[in-house]
């Protein structure tokens, strides 16, 4: 077993796990955050998006034990950010999601991409979402709540 | 699936690193970005007696810069260069392939010497660092040594490092502003693997011309007659056509069929056009 300290979704974690675990099934059944959904496990649908020091990566393809000393944020670890609120309400309105089991990657590669000004349009959105497969919406109600919510958090950081 | 149990260690520094791998010479793996490694661990390809973990050496995350040429740890992210964050020798060239290869999540943690390790033939950093002529700082138990980045890898996943050495570094030869290149990746979806890909370089000031293909059946393909015809001052598509379809026929042990022909073709008159252009 490997010791690890993180902090997951801002409060600090210590445990102890067998060096095979991946970053997802710890914290799904270490933590108890199943809103990280694993699927291929090969790095190839991007359902098990989280962040790990503020960037995007897949949860199944970095082990916990490789996760030390790091910061983790999951989509339970984004409730009051209001990016993400204006995410979750245009995927609400504009129907995008179905099963949802690819909603929670969906969600934070988008707020990555709108963070980094890379959703300006939506071809841009539609590159940038190449890495998560959804297999009941056909994508088209995906990149227009992203769109809308880019459009959204523009608006904003102009008035900043 | 789940990888198969194994240890794991993580050294504080590259000689300890290299310490762990020579003990351990042909049961452990080193683990750097893991966005190759892990799928084969998860998919039980690989089943390694033991990770060392290199993935946050400082030494593998250095930078330099001179004059002439640009260094780049290993440890760097496709994503450091994606976003410029480590200084660019190649007049944007790098920034622009970081930016078609996989996913952002996969580019924040899968790293430059990760890539020209594991020599997948259709990926892009080796092709990419052969077009550039860098060359490729590598550690073991014997000491340092620089190989050259043109013919670093020699098979589909073969590549001249030790099985007890690591790659620590690349030294890229910076492209005068007068230097221009191409690069066409043909894939199926943004992101997927090269089913054909070709990078062009030519700097006049340096009388410098590589044309090279990547995902092509082995190592990367460095078409001669291309490159020649890329340096000298005056082009002609017409005589450039001619040497990319020369350089194909030369290329037999590659046993590309009348597909991949075309494939190779097109990615390498798409890059070559974007430089005469």
């Known amino acids: ?136 919406t056909g994508y088209t109600n995906i990149v227009a709540a992203i769109a809308e919510a880019a459009t959204a958090a523009e608006g904003v950081g102009d008035g900043e | 699936m789940k990888a198969a149990a194994f240890d794991y260690v993580r050294p504080r520094n590259v000689a300890a690193a290299v310490d762990l791998l020579a003990a351990d010479k042909g049961q452990a793996q080193l683990l750097a970005g893991g966005q190759s490694l892990l799928p084969l661990l998860n998919l039980r390809l690989a089943s390694p007696a033991r990770l060392i973990d290199i993935s946050r050496l400082p030494e593998l995350a250095m930078t330099d810069e001179d004059d002439a040429t640009v260094t780049l740890g290993a440890g760097v992210t496709h994503a450091m260069i994606e976003d410029r964050r ?3 020798p190649s007049q944007g060239l790098m920034p622009h392939v970081a930016l078609g290869l996989a996913y952002r999540a996969v580019r924040n943690r899968g790293t430059l010497g990760g890539s020209l390790a594991l020599a997948d033939p259709a990926a892009e950093w080796p092709a990419v660092l052969a077009a550039l002529e860098a060359e490729i700082g590598v550690v073991g138990p014997n000491g340092r040594r620089r190989l050259s980045g043109t013919n670093f890898a020699t098979g589909i996943y073969a590549t001249r490092l030790a099985e007890d050495e690591i790659v620590t570094a690349l030294r890229i030869p910076k492209l005068s502003r007068a230097a221009r290149w191409g690069y066409a990746k043909l894939a199926r979806k943004a992101g997927a693997f090269a089913d054909a890909l070709a990078v062009a370089v030519a700097d006049p000031r340096r009388g410098y011309g590589r044309v090279v293909l990547g995902a092509a059946n082995g190592p990367p393909l460095v078409m001669t007659e291309a490159g020649r015809a890329l340096a000298g001052t005056r082009r002609d598509p017409e005589q450039l056509r001619r040497a990319v379809e020369t350089d194909l026929d030369s290329a037999a042990d590659r046993r590309f069929d009348a597909y991949q022909r075309r494939l190779h073709r097109a990615a390498a008159m798409r890059a070559i056009v974007q430089v005469i252009q």
């Open chain 1, 1 to 136: 077993m490997t010791a690890i300290r993180v902090i997951v979704n801002g409060a600090e974690v210590i445990d102890n796990v067998a060096p095979r675990t991946s970053l997802g099934d710890w914290l799904r059944e270490g933590r108890n955050l199943t809103g990280t959904h694993l699927a291929c496990e090969h790095g190839v649908c991007g359902a098990c998006t989280v962040l790990v020091d503020g960037e995007p990566i897949r949860a199944c393809l970095m082990l916990a034990a490789a996760g030390e000393g790091s910061e983790v944020r999951t989509i339970e670890g984004f409730d009051a950010d209001p990016l993400m609120m204006a995410l979750r309400d245009a995927f609400h309105r504009r129907h995008a999601l179905q099963c949802g089991f690819c909603t929670s990657g969906m969600l934070i590669t988008a707020w990555d991409l709108i963070r980094r000004g890379k959703a300006s349009s939506a071809a841009e959105i539609r590159r940038g979402l190449a890495g998560n497969i959804c297999r009941c």
């Open chain 2, 86 to 88: 480590v200084p660019d």
